[in-house]
Each structure stands twice: as C-alpha cells, then as structure tokens.
C-alpha cells in the first residue's frame, strides 16, 4: 500500500497508522463504510509489528529483547489505566476477599448444616443430653466447616488468576507478538477512534472504581491473545480472562494463568459451593474495579458467524450488579475478525462428526504450522461502551420491578428475560462494529456464483458489487481505500491458499473455483448477517419461481410471501441474529431495498398495499445474479433444517415395539448426520456443510422449542439427554407394511420448509422423499431403537450402580 504524509479532510475514513518502536507510518485506512462518518483527525493504528530474528541479526534481536525485560518505554507498563494488579501478593489479597464475602460464608454454614442434619438423621453423632451433645455437635460443624473452606482454598488455587510478576507480563507480551506476528504478518489493527475512546471510558472507570467487562465475539485462540496485547500495548488495565479449564494444561496453563485467565469448569453440575465460589470471585473482580473478558458465545464458532448467546458468566455478572453488591459495570462489546482463522481445518472436522481432540501445547503451535504462516491481518474493533446498571434499570422498570439492590427476588423467567435483551444486544452491536474481511468477501462470492469456477473479472466486478451491497446495508469493508479491487482480490487468494480456492490456468483467463466449499463457507458465513432478510424474502419467493413458466407463474401473493418468511424466520430464530425492530418493519424495510435495487418488482393497491411480488426485469435480464446471490446464502441452512426435519421422521416407533420409548439424544444427532451424508453423495441434499452437526444441533433445539420433540435429562445420571416425538407430532405407520406414511403434522412441516429448498439438478422432490429418502431415514430410526430397546450386559449395570453409589456417597 502506498504511504501518503496527509490525508484530505473530505476522506471517507481515517488512515492506519503503524507503529513501528516510535517511529509512526501512515497508511490508507483500514475500512470504509459504516454507519457513522468517522472524525477525519482520528487515526487507526496497526498495533504490532515483526521483530528481529536471531539467525538475521543477533545484536538487533538481543536488543528487542533486553528492551522488553528492562521495560523500555511503554514496554514498562508502568501508567496503566485501571487498578494495580502486577504486585507480590495480589493472588493472596484476592482468596482472602473471596473468603471474606459473606456470600460465600452462609454457603459454608448452609452446606455444613446440610450434611450435619444428615450425619444426625443417620445416627453418626450420639444423641446425649446436656452440654456434651452441644459440644459434639458444635465440633463436628466447626470440621464439616474447616473441610469446606479447605475444599474453597484448591477451588480458588486452581481458579484465579495470578498477574504478580510485571517482568513476566512484558515477557509475555513479547513471546505473544512474536508468534503473532509470525501467523497474522500484517498485524492486528484497531481503530484510533475507538481506542481513544475506550481510554477515555477506561480512566472515568477506574476513578469510580470501576471494570469494563469485555464481551468479544470467539473465532479463534487467537481472540484473547489479542485482546491483551491491544490492552498492554495501549496502556490499559490487562482484563482477567474467563477461560475453559481445559486450555489449563501443563505448560500453557500456568503460563495463562501468569498472564490473567480465570480457570472455570465447563460444567458445574450440581456443585453448589464451586458455583458460589464463582460469583463471590466475580464480586471481587467487579468490586475491586478490575477489568473482565468473557467471551458472549461461550465455545467458539466453527462456522464462521455468531453463536446464540451464553449465559453462564453473564449470569453472574447480572447478579453482582442486580444484588446491589457491586454499584456497576461497564460493557464493552468487541469484534475480532481475521483474513484467515488458524483453526478452520480442525472446525471442519468437528462439524463432520470427528470428536474433539483435548488441547495440547504442541497442537496449539503447530496449528497449521503456525509458526511460519502469512494468514494477513487482525481486524479488532470496540464497540461504544455502556453501563450495565443503566441497562438493567431500563429493564427492571419495563418489568415494573423494585430498583438495584433491594431485596426483591426477580422470577426465572423475568431473569431470564433481561440475560437474553443483554445477551442479543451485545451480539447485534458486535454485528455492527465488526469489518468484512477481503476473505470472507471473496469467500462469498465464490459460494454464490452459479458454475463451476469464476473468470477473474466476472470475480472483481461480483465483489464490487457485493462491497456496494455491504456499504449500503451499514457495513464495513476492510482494505478497499485507494487499493484497486484486483488487488484485494489477489491479496485474499494468497492468504486463502490453494486448499481453500484452485485456480485453472492456461485458459482464456485465469479461472478460479472453490476447492473446499466446507471450509469456505466459513468465511461466507461471516458476512450472512447484513443479508439475512433479504436472503429469507429471496427463499420465500422460490416457492413460486422455481416452479418455473412465465413470470406470471413465478408471482408470488404478498400474503403468501410473507407468511413463509415468517415461518423461515421462526424457524431460524436460534440461528441468526435479526434487526430487533420485528417482522413487519424488518420486512418493509427489506421490500423496499429490494425494489430500489431492482431486484423484485412489487404491485400495489391503489392505497400503496403491496399485493404481489415478483422479480424484476431488469434482474431477468442479468440472469438473476443479483436474486441468487441472497438464495445462495440461506440454501444451506434451509438445507440443514430440512436434513433435520426428514431425520424425525424416522423416529416414528416401530409397530412392534414401545411406543414409550426415550432415544439418546447425541446417538439420535450423529443418525441424522450419517443419514445427511448418506443424502448428499446419492444426490438428494444439495450442501455438504448441511450435515455440520453445530446447525443441526441448533435446528434440533428448534424442534424442541416448537414441541416437536419431547427432551428429558436425569439429573442424577451422567448420561446425556434423551427424546421422544411428542404424541401429536408422531407420523403414522402403514398397519400391513409398517412403512412410514408421508401425512401428518410432522410431514406438513418437513414440506414447509422443503418448499423454499433449492431444486435439484436430477430429483424431483415430492416423490423422492416421499418413497426413497423417508424409507431410508426410518431405517436409520430403526437402528436407534433396536440399540435403545437393546438390554445392558450386566457388567455395564452393575458399574453403573457402582457410580451412582460413588456419586451418592460423595454428594453426603
């Protein structure tokens, strides 16, 4: 990219500015776009940059070196914005805290009374009169107590974060951007903007005592190592980083752990004391005013676009603020984007059933040998900071609830209520801030182009396009200022690599084509969410027009029209994340960009009433490129849904057997993902991403939601979930040939969705899945139910009654 020395005031954006030791590069901006023109004096800074190597230049590497372990500079961390962490003994102040909230005190009394009850009940302390009984009981508290807070000591050993040492967080720091810089060669980029404000935000915080709890969306590992390199870097207080105990593995846990994760389990069970220990150690964060991250999705995303919110950690932080014992918070939502996402390869095999492999530091290094690689750049942008205790105010007072911190109890469903307004608004404002990738708009392009491959032109006037499209719809597109599409292009192909895109050459022009659309449809995914509406308004009106005729035969009624996109949005609700002004806005707001695009024609009363809808000509004329491209987004998903649907079919009971009988849940999702292969190789299902379990696993929750299916979990076993078809959604079979009969609710359902599905080449729907396809999945069902009705040897029974014995036990 060239370097100019100004910037002109009428600039769409601000320019990049690298910083390189002190010296300052100024670069093009980094994006276009965006809701809000940008301040024209702001800069946005690269934050990284490579370093000497040693086999280079010794002297020059030893020197980097010697800066960061003597704290040269900024490398000094010394005037950190927030409050003092990196000191002998902070992990001592910290437990003590812990085990001084009163909270955590009455659970230990509760717990202790529990179990002394039990020990009375069952005869273990002598019943005596007098004293010497008070005395006995009294001592045997004060042990049941003493074991608890012992049992809270290794809780809180293994749990917190121990950010002691400054000369190993600059340590840290360094060891960090090396490898960075080794994988993302172009660094990680931020907005000046943003940043500036987040500093100002950051010293109003921390003169009140306050935390900004960090909510950044997970694509990688590579997320929180950003994030506290863009904290240190800036001088701003490193956050305490919620974290998977499984990352906390010999070397790289205790390396974390230094540098300021916070070991959770990923799952508490019904562990009562390990969960108090959690919110009295998020208390101490928030009251103590130290920054948080958390990541809003929980897991990362294998497919390349938000996950639904998670509520585990945001739960507790609700609580600290809601119970008055800490007076706020502030949010700060964050998008982290990449050209390339380390960890793509082994997405894909987890999506395809492949169980996950347990983290290990050599995986972690050699992801894709990630020490050598050039995966472009990281794209990190902070969305306008906000107070948690205006937020919940606002909600409390629209659910006419007492004010923060009285002693009112708030129902499970009114709590639940405000966790999913906060947990969708995050999401929405990560949306909004988050900066399209060259990648992901190449990604795109690619998967929605009808043929084989794509010329190079035909490629950069479709992202062109599809940049204009963004823009339009409040989006923003990375790299495109002052560097001609072809360029983008190019630079998006060599990051990409020829496993993701080949290219064909000795051809009139170079040719290029998708040679792993699995893996590609990631990078698509990141860009679904500007286009959801239209892409559900584009499959409801296929309904008509893949019927094909005239185009008379493909006008679709608005009624109709809008009756299936309201059925595609409910059924994708858990999947995507909509405006939030509801379907009627969203819906006219969507018509109206359509016809202003010339995509679809709409006729109207003579009081303006839309009554039918149909493509335009002018897009009949271009080969509906434009239609298509919204199709092709939402295709796989429909796809999926569908897959979904046709898998319940065939868990109809068989004739003779039970008709009570309860699947295993997990065994019922990896039947229905073999039974999606199965379809896709024979020609019946259109998308091989379709069978990811993640989208399947969603459309199954969906199931659930509607009553389709009925899910049950023990508590007291360690099994997992297990389902049934609800009686009144159950198919019926043929009595003589015990054939699953294509009729009922359940079909009815399937051919909803099947209607908007995108027509195969060879198959004729209706009487495909009607005969062949249904016939195949009962029979997958019936495996299921052979292995369900199937007794346990008795050596499985009796470890089972083993476990519960032990569970039992350890439970009193």
């Not at 809008?562 to 405006?579: A, C, D, T, W, Y």
């Not at 991403?689 to 993640?694: D, F, G, L, R």
């Amino acid at each position: 990219m060239p370097s100019p020395k100004s910037v002109p005031s009428d600039e769409p954006s601000a320019p990049d500015l690298q910083i390189v030791g002190k010296q300052l590069t100024i670069h093009p901006s980094g994006f276009t776009g965006g809701p809000e023109a940008p301040d024209d004096g702001i800069t946005e800074r690269n934050l990284i940059h490579h370093y000497t190597r040693f086999r280079q230049s010794p002297l020059d590497f030893l020197r980097e070196v010697s800066l960061y372990m003597s704290g040269t500079g900024w490398r000094a961390y010394d005037d950190v914005i927030g409050q003092p962490v990196f000191y002998s003994g902070f992990s001592e102040k910290i437990k003590a805290t812990i085990l001084g909230s009163p909270m955590l005190q009455e659970k230990v009394r509760e717990l202790a009374s529990t179990r002394l009850a039990v020990e009375e009940k069952e005869g273990l302390v002598e019943i005596k009169e007098g004293d010497t009984f008070d005395q006995k009981r009294a001592r045997r508290r004060h042990e049941i107590e003493t074991a608890l807070r012992e049992v809270v000591d290794d809780m809180m050993d293994n749990m917190i974060c121990k950010m002691e040492s400054k000369s190993f967080i600059r340590g840290a720091y360094y060891v960090c951007t090396q490898l960075l810089t080794r994988a993302y060669h172009q660094g990680i980029h931020v907005s000046s903007e943003e940043v500036l404000r987040l500093r100002s935000v950051a010293q109003e915080a921390a003169k009140k005592k306050q935390s900004i709890v960090f909510l950044p969306c997970h694509k990688s590992h590579v997320d929180y190592v950003s994030l506290q390199v863009i904290c240190y870097r800036l001088g701003i207080g490193l956050p305490v980083v919620v974290a998977g105990d499984n990352l906390n593995i010999p070397l790289l846990g205790p390396f974390l752990q230094h540098a300021g994760a916070m070991w959770i389990r990923r799952s508490f069970g019904n562990d009562p004391l390990y969960h108090t220990v959690v919110q009295a150690y998020i208390d101490s964060i928030l009251q103590e005013g130290y920054n948080l991250e958390c990541f809003i999705e929980g897991g990362r995303s294998r497919t390349g676009k938000l996950l639904s919110p998670k509520f585990g950690i945001l739960n507790f932080i609700v609580d600290s603020v809601l119970s008055g014992r800490v007076e706020d918070t502030i949010i700060c939502p964050v998008s982290t984007q990449y050209d390339k996402v380390i960890e793509t390869e082994s997405y894909i095999s987890e999506l395809l059933g492949q169980p996950k492999p347990k983290e290990n530091l050599a995986d972690l290094l050699s992801s894709s040998s990630v020490l050598s690689l050039q995966l472009g750049r990281v794209d990190v942008r902070f969305h306008q900071p906000w107070s948690l205790r205006e937020f919940l105010t606002q909600q409390l007072a629209r659910l006419n609830c007492s004010h923060l911190g009285t002693n009112q109890k708030l129902a499970q469903s009114e709590r639940g209520r405000i966790l999913r307004t906060l947990g969708y608004r995050v999401l929405s404002e990560i949306n909004d801030v988050s900066v399209m990738m060259p990648t992901a708009l190449v990604g795109t392009v690619l998967l929605t182009l009808r043929g084989r491959g794509v010329g190079k032109a035909e490629l950069v006037r479709r992202l062109e396009w599809l940049c204009e499209r963004v823009r339009a719809k409040g989006g923003r597109v990375a790299h495109f200022y002052r560097s001609p599409t072809e360029t983008v292009v190019d630079r998006a192909l060599d990051v990409m690599g020829p496993k993701l895109v080949g290219e064909i050459s000795g051809l009139v022009e170079p040719t290029y084509y998708a040679v792993d659309r699995f893996q590609l449809s990631f990078y698509r995914n990141m860009t679904i969410h500007l286009f959801i509406t239209e892409a559900l308004v584009s499959a409801a009106m296929y309904t008509k027009i893949k019927q094909g005729g005239g185009p008379a035969n493909q006008r679709i009624a608005y009624d109709a029209l809008k009756n299936q996109v309201s059925f595609l949005s409910q059924l994708f609700r858990g999947e995507f994340i909509f405006p939030p002004e509801g379907l009627d806005i969203n819906m006219e707001r969507t018509m109206r960009g359509l016809e202003t695009d010339g995509v679809i024609q709409i006729t109207r009363d003579s009081t303006g009433l839309p009554q039918s809808v149909e493509l335009s000509d002018s897009e009949r004329k271009c080969g509906r490129e434009n239609y298509d491209f919204y199709c092709f987004l939402i295709w796989p998903f429909i796809e999926s849904s569908w897959l979904g649907a046709v898998s319940l079919l065939g868990l109809t009971p068989p004739l003779d057997g039970s008709q009570d009988i309860w699947l295993d849940k997990k065994k019922a999702l990896d039947s229905a993902q073999l039974l999606g292969k199965t379809l896709y190789h024979q020609g019946d299902l259109s998308y091989f991403e379709a069978v990811n379990k993640e989208t399947l696993k969603n459309s199954y929750q969906r199931f659930e939601e509607e009553g389709i299916i009925l899910v049950a979990k023990d508590k007291e076993s360690r099994a997992g979930p297990s389902l049934r078809l609800a009686p009144e959604w159950t198919p019926e079979r043929d009595p003589t040939t015990g054939k699953v009969l294509p009729q009922g609710r359940l079909w009815e359902f399937t051919e909803l969705i099947a209607q908007s599905r995108r027509e195969g080449k060879n198959r004729r729907d209706g009487a495909t899945v009607s005969s062949r396809v249904l016939t195949m999945s009962d029979n997958v069902g019936r495996g299921l139910f052979y292995n369900a009705a199937a007794p346990a040897p008795a050596d499985v029974v009796s470890k089972q009654r083993r476990r519960q014995a032990i569970a039992t036990d350890s439970k009193l």
